[in-house]
């Protein structure tokens, strides 16, 4: 007899009572948990023990979530013969290990040594120049979302760049909207995973009202590379958001362009607290398709939300899968 | 084994007259040993050292340092080993890092894990999910070198019975997944649940056994023929017991670290135990002072009462733990079946015993009052050594002791039984009894017994 199984069995069967719950009585349960205390010196997100403990060293990642959300990239620009705006960029690719929760190191692929890589910012109509120099072990691409000829698709065959070698990307800007560049080269899945992607920009030719910009590109790590994630963030860092809210203004406007580039989940979400977003799909068009506070997305899709806070306060902001939300990304907006 | 030697086989009660028997056939040679003169074994000492050296003080040293060459020659080819690195360029991975729970404590609002090192890189603890939530947590040393432990506490607002999974994120983002199936409040080590567990204890061991022992009387007014199948019973009893100790081992060792090696923890009990109890058994031999084929039927009985109290000690470990960490509740039916399992361990006690009568003291060695309160001491003590061990192993098991533990003692359970069960089917044949229908179906009884009073509670 194999007593801890019966002992279990009968442990499902409830078959309790008599001698046995006389001499081992179960003690009641307290009306209230004791809170215990904050492990780590981190977090302050104020969720009730939810969340990573300590804090990423964002420069020894060389990059930080916070700078990402407003750096935009216009390269060198230049005019052509034709007197056409050119803008000019130089990339490198290459391995490094990025701490993409505090302690939790991912062995991530890069464009520029950060994921996401460089957001990319220029207006429909523009000349684009982008020379990609390999420095990892594997080929790779810059495959970007947008009209351009079939030699310019950064796919295997067409652009591919092998290990040591360049190649340099040169198109015309359009349509505008809110875009996303990517690696292509095979296994496609593992180049995406690893962090091979970025956002690219591509605005009106007449411009749009005056706002602050941000960009989030919700991104996904696969730690244990077992085909599931254990990190999930908006610009790669778990809660980056959260332990340092992101400061904005009550009463002014805000664009935020969202890119969702998560590998191993079919969809993922922004929701916004306490506020209702103007959303511009794809942000291909100068008047909004909708007003909401939560758009779930398709892996490549991309989206612009225009809002404003009309209150001082924190706010919160996540993916409405609660499981990407507990697990990395959540962040929240410190409205002064 | 020189099985001529013996002509006659001679069994020897308790202190009495040995009583000679009629060798029965076939086995007796198998089971009865030679007795080895001391005069022969100086001979082969003598002998010995006469190839390996002079006598004397000299030869003692020279004989060290023959011993000592082969290990320096050993520990010079490990360091050659370490300084040379051959394994370096056969193999591209790195070492997978392991990390192993030993042990929940569950408190309301509170997850206390303690976690070890059990793999062969160092490892940090970087983050804990519980439920698939990164969740905050703290711990005494986040980096572990190779074995070595932390305590990691989470404040989680858990609910009984709604399983919990925990993830240990290193690192590098390796997962360590940790499951609790059926989550409850952590027993706490204190005086009163010392006290309740004691109570437990003597009401589902000591109390059963008492009372199967109360056989003894019946058994003693028994024909032989009986006597012999209350043996053969003992013997299935004994082999059941085996079976489940090797399980229970096996089972825990499958939960121990894996740099522990939970099986090889098992293997050491059991052989550990076995070799114990033989050479324990085998004390005397030759000296004239014990029969040939071993021991006495109270030296067996106490035999039988140790394998029995080793056997129960690991099955205290085991219901301790159960119950400690919530896993199971008690119940009535449980304990009722605990209480038929342990009256059937009663009675295989008995079982060596019953057959004594014939060797009851003669008038003259003294009054029948003093020798019936010997006799019940020594039931007391017997009682005392298979059922107590149940409320060591109670406490020990309540302090939920990494499941390493639980399997040595197993080991040394199953090792020790199996001895037993050896020396008392040994014990079966020297008394000349053959493999009647009514011994085989007594032991086949003894297993069915233990098998039904297993199962019919749950």
Redesign the interface.
Same mark, same amino acid.
């Given at each position: 007899?194999?007593? /801890?199984t019966?002992?279990?069995?009968?442990?499902a069967?409830g078959?309790?009572?008599?001698?046995?719950?006389a001499?081992?009585a /179960?003690?009641p349960?307290?009306a209230a948990?004791?809170?215990?205390?904050?492990?780590?010196d981190g977090?302050q997100g104020g969720h009730e023990?939810?969340?990573? @403990?300590?804090r990423v060293d964002h420069a020894r990642n060389g990059f930080d979530p916070h700078r990402i959300l407003e750096d935009f990239d216009a390269g060198t620009v230049s005019r052509d013969r034709q007197g056409r705006v050119v803008h000019e960029y130089e990339m490198a690719t290459f391995p490094q290990d990025i701490e993409?929760?505090?302690? @939790?190191?991912?062995p991530a692929w890069t464009y520029e040594g950060r994921v996401p890589g460089p957001t990319l910012r220029v207006t429909e109509g523009d000349r684009v120049r982008v020379r990609l120099v390999n420095g990892s072990a594997h080929p790779h691409t810059l495959h970007f979302h947008g009209f351009h000829p079939a030699g310019m698709d950064g796919v295997p065959g067409a652009g591919e760049v092998e290990p040591g070698g360049s190649f340099t990307y040169d198109f015309v800007a359009e349509p505008f909207g809110t875009h996303l560049y990517h690696c292509h080269s095979l296994p496609l899945r593992e180049h995406l995973a690893r962090g091979l992607y970025g956002a690219f920009i591509v605005d009106p030719p007449g411009g749009r009202p005056e706002a602050h910009e941000m960009v989030m590109v919700m991104n996904a790590?696969d730690? $244990?590379f $077992?085909g599931e994630n254990? @990190?999930y963030a908006a610009n790669t860092v778990?809660?980056a958001y959260d332990v340092d809210p992101v400061p904005l203004r009550a009463g002014e406007l805000q664009r935020l362009h969202v890119v969702n580039v998560t590998e191993h989940d079919p969809v993922n979400s922004i929701h916004l607290h306490a506020t209702f977003f103007r959303l511009y799909r794809t942000g291909t068009s100068l008047e909004p398709h909708e007003l909401t506070d939560v758009v779930t997305m398709g892996q490549a899709e991309r989206h612009m939300l225009e809002f404003t806070y009309r209150e001082p306060g924190r706010y919160l902001f996540h993916a409405h899968q609660t499981?990407f939300a507990?697990?990395?990304w959540t962040g929240a907006f410190e409205v002064r | 084994m020189h099985g001529g030697d013996v002509q006659r086989q001679v069994e020897q009660r308790d202190g009495e007259q040995p009583i000679e028997r009629r060798p029965s056939a076939g086995w007796s040679g198998r089971f009865a040993r030679p007795a080895r003169t001391a005069r022969s074994a100086r001979t082969a000492r003598t002998a010995r050292s006469a190839r390996f050296g002079r006598p004397g003080r000299l030869a003692c040293a020279s004989s060290l340092a023959l011993a000592a060459a082969p290990l320096l020659a050993l520990v010079l080819v490990v360091a050659v080993l370490l300084a040379v690195d051959p394994v370096r360029g056969l193999t591209g991975t790195v070492p997978v890092e392991s990390l192993a729970v030993e042990r929940v404590v569950l408190e309301?609002?509170?997850i206390e894990l303690q976690v070890r090192n059990d793999g062969r890189t160092d490892v940090?603890l970087?983050?804990?999910?519980v439920n698939?939530?990164?969740?905050?947590?703290?711990t005494d040393e986040?980096r572990l070198g190779r074995l070595a432990g932390t305590r990691v506490?989470?404040?989680?607002?858990w609910e009984?019975g709604v399983p919990l999974r925990i993830?240990l994120?290193? #690192?590098?983002?390796?997962?360590i997944d940790h499951e609790i199936d059926?989550p409850?409040?952590t !027993?706490r080590p204190s005086g009163d649940t010392a006290r309740?567990?004691a109570?437990?204890g003597l009401?589902i061991a000591p109390v059963p056994i008492a009372i199967g022992v109360a056989w003894l009387p019946a058994l003693r007014r028994s024909r032989a023929a009986w006597f012999d199948a209350a043996i053969a019973f003992t013997v299935g009893l004994l082999a059941f017991l085996v079976v489940?100790s090797a399980?229970?081992g096996l089972?825990a060792a499958g939960d121990a670290p894996g740099v522990l090696d939970g099986v090889g923890l098992f293997a050491v009990g059991a052989l550990g135990s076995v070799a114990v109890l033989a050479a324990a058994g085998d004390r005397g031999r030759g000296t004239g002072r014990m029969p040939a084929h071993g021991v006495s039927a109270v030296g067996l009985a106490v035999l039988v009462a140790v394998g029995i109290g080793l056997h129960n000690f690991g099955?205290g470990l &085991?219901?301790g733990a &159960?119950?400690s960490t919530?896993?199971? &509740? !008690?119940?009535?039916?449980?304990?009722v &079946?605990f209480t038929l399992?342990n009256a059937t361990e009663g009675l295989a006690i008995a079982g060596p015993l019953g057959g004594a009568a014939s060797a009851a003291p003669s008038p003259g060695s003294g009054t029948a009052r003093r020798s019936r309160a010997r006799v019940a001491g020594a039931l007391a003590g017997l009682v005392a050594v298979s059922g107590l061990p149940v409320v060591a192993g109670l406490w020990l098991g309540a302090l939920a002791l990494p499941a390493g533990w639980a399997a040595l003692a197993f080991g040394v359970a199953a090792g020790a039984v199996a001895q037993v069960a050896w020396a008392v089917a040994r014990w079966l044949h020297a008394r000349g009894a053959a493999l009647t229908p009514l011994n085989a179906g007594a032991f086949v009884a003894a297993v069915v017994a233990?098998?039904l009073?297993?199962?019919l509670? #749950?």
């Open positions: 007899m194999r007593r /801890r019966f002992l279990a069995r009968l442990g069967a078959a309790l009572g008599g001698v046995g719950t001499v081992l /179960r003690q349960l307290p948990a004791p809170a215990g205390p904050r492990g780590g977090h023990g939810m969340g990573t @403990v300590g993409v929760a505090p302690g @939790v190191v991912y790590f730690t $244990d $077992d254990e @990190v778990a809660f499981e507990e697990l990395g | 309301p609002g509170r940090t970087a983050q804990v999910q698939g939530a990164y969740w905050q947590h703290t986040a506490v989470v404040d989680y607002p009984p993830a994120v290193t #690192g590098t983002g390796v997962v059926n409850g409040e !027993l309740r567990l109570v437990l009401l489940d399980a229970e089972d099955e &085991a219901v &159960a119950v919530g896993e199971v &509740a !008690l119940g009535t039916a449980l304990v &079946a399992h233990m098998y009073t297993g199962v509670a #749950g």
